[in-house]
């Protein structure tokens, strides 16, 4: 293993993941505790991050129950805070690319 490996596994650094135009972020390694905080905060959501960007929110019909979508979202962006090493302020938030999108659409799977 090489030295710089090392040192990001010894650090919790896990895999890059590019989100936009000069916006590239590093993964932290799952531990037991981090899985847990992540399920935790993500119990009972059942929609995908790319569904819940800029929706208002729902109010219950005889289908479907109530969705606040901006809390949704904000649960996803408070989750991303916590997997990425080194976060995501609101400026690169708002300037994730449509790949970058689909990157955070399967990030947390490996936390939940």
Do not use: C
Request: net charge negative.
């Amino acid at each position: 293993m090489s030295t710089d490996k090392q040192l990001d596994k010894t650090l919790n650094i896990g895999t890059e993941i590019p989100l936009g135009e000069g916006i590239i972020k590093h993964v932290k390694i799952g531990t037991i505790a981090l899985i847990r905080q992540v399920r935790q905060l993500m119990s009972g959501n059942e929609y995908k991050f790319s569904f819940s960007i800029g929706r208002e929110k729902w109010d219950a019909t005889e289908d479907r129950a109530e969705v606040d979508w901006p809390k949704v979202e904000a649960l996803y962006k408070e989750a991303f805070n916590l997997v990425l090493v080194e976060g995501l302020t609101e400026e690169e938030y708002e300037n994730v690319d449509e790949e970058g999108i689909k990157e955070l659409d399967g990030l947390l799977e490996r936390f939940l």
